[in-house]
């Protein structure tokens, strides 16, 4: 198959880019390598990539319509998965702005680029931000989610809604996934698990906010490389709407379009968190306990039926084996 992916130079595009390169695909890997963090982690995922002949590279920013169209060409993709975005929830207080470029202007053009090329299948990166503060438990698709928190889930939501609108309209059917705090090597250094690898190891206090009380759904990096990839297969219409009574479907009635978690529904709180990571390391954290910042949430937790009706897969890997594989794999590239 020929896949146009948009954020290979990240973490979760890298790991995707290279499963369906090792299964004999076709991959144009389209990114800015924008400075949000560390651009030499960029460079050496996209050096990994590049040792396989199914894979290029083209450098180019979403809000650049040309530069997308380019990566077009080359790839002629049947189906197209739209991972680029300003990723992060604490820096959207900062900066806001990236945001709308990137992730509501940039995702439009995505949009727009597969109106016309029309490939099989659109799937697109959303978050389980989305779900804001919602107080039901676990979160599930069919769920209201229209209280987002930041403009970072805000902006993913606003994709979300063209998206519905573009498939209605045009037909492109559409898959969007909402990831529940991906983790795993070559991950990002933004993300509370590799800052504190990296405090811990450099015997620096670690900031643990909302006393640590607030509890997060981490998926590890290859069980959410396994749910998108069979999602690819799973293409969004009245044929293979799941029946109510197994769980409610997402799909829309008015488009091709359905919403899909991916998460494992096993929610862990944060200080738990640090003490496998202690574990993993053979070393004791120094806690720096900190109030909630605005726009966290207390929790998020996945409802994973409908990924499961839908593929067959519920993401398996537990946090203390997916938290000792980032050690190793720290200790050897960090
Ligand atoms: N990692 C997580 O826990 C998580 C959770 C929920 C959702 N997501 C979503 O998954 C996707 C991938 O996240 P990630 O963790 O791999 O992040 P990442 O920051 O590692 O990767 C995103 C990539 O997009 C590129 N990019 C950013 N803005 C761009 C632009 N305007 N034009 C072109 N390229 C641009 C960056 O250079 C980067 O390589 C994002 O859409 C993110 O919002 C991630």
Redesign the pocket.
């Known amino acids: 198959m020929r896949y146009l992916i948009?954020?290979?130079?990240?973490?979760?595009?890298?790991h995707l880019a290279k499963r369906l390169l090792d299964d004999g695909h076709f991959v144009v890997g389209?990114?800015?390598?924008?400075p949000?963090?560390d651009i030499k982690l960029?460079e050496k995922r996209v050096a990994i990539l590049s040792r396989s002949n199914g894979f290029k590279a083209v450098t180019?920013?979403?809000?650049d319509q040309e530069a997308l169209e380019k990566a077009a060409e080359l790839a002629e993709p049947e189906v197209i998965i739209?991972?680029?975005?300003?990723?992060?929830v604490r820096y959207s207080l900062e900066n806001p702005r990236?945001y709308i470029?990137?992730?509501v202007v940039?995702s439009f053009n995505v949009l727009d680029l597969a109106k016309r090329l029309r490939p099989k299948h659109l799937l697109l990166?959303?978050?389980?931000?989305v779900y804001g503060a919602n107080e039901k438990i676990p979160f599930a698709e069919a769920d209201k989610a229209d209280e987002q928190m930041t403009i970072?889930a805000a902006t993913?939501k606003s994709m979300e809604l063209m998206a519905h609108s573009y498939a209605h309209l045009f037909r492109v059917p559409t898959t969007a996934f909402?990831?529940?705090?991906?983790?795993g090597p070559w991950?990002?250094p933004d993300?509370a698990l590799f800052k504190f690898v990296d405090a811990i190891r450099d015997d620096r206090a670690i900031d643990i906010y909302g006393q640590g009380q607030m509890s997060r759904d981490f998926?590890y990096v290859d069980d959410l490389v396994e749910g998108i990839i069979r999602l690819c297969n799973v293409i969004p219409s009245e044929d293979n709407r799941v029946s109510p009574e197994i769980v409610e479907d997402s799909l829309s009635k008015d488009a091709p379009f359905r919403v899909v978690n991916i998460g494992g529904g096993q929610p862990v709180e944060l200080l738990k968190f640090v003490e496998i990571i202690e574990l993993a390391m053979g070393k004791p954290a120094i806690r720096n306990m900190l109030p909630m910042q605005p726009g966290d949430v207390c929790r998020t937790y996945a409802a994973a039926d409908l990924l499961e009706a839908l593929t067959g897969f519920r993401p398996a890997i537990g946090v203390e084996e997916g938290v000792r594989r980032f050690v190793e794999w720290h200790q050897q590239h960090c």
Not at 6 to 14: L, M, Q
């Open positions: 948009t954020g290979t130079a990240g973490f979760i595009g890298f389209f990114d800015g390598m924008t949000y963090y960029k180019g920013m979403l809000e739209h991972l680029a975005a300003q990723a992060g990236s470029d990137s992730n940039g990166a959303s978050t389980s931000s970072y993913k909402r990831f529940f705090t991906v983790y991950g990002r993300m998926t």
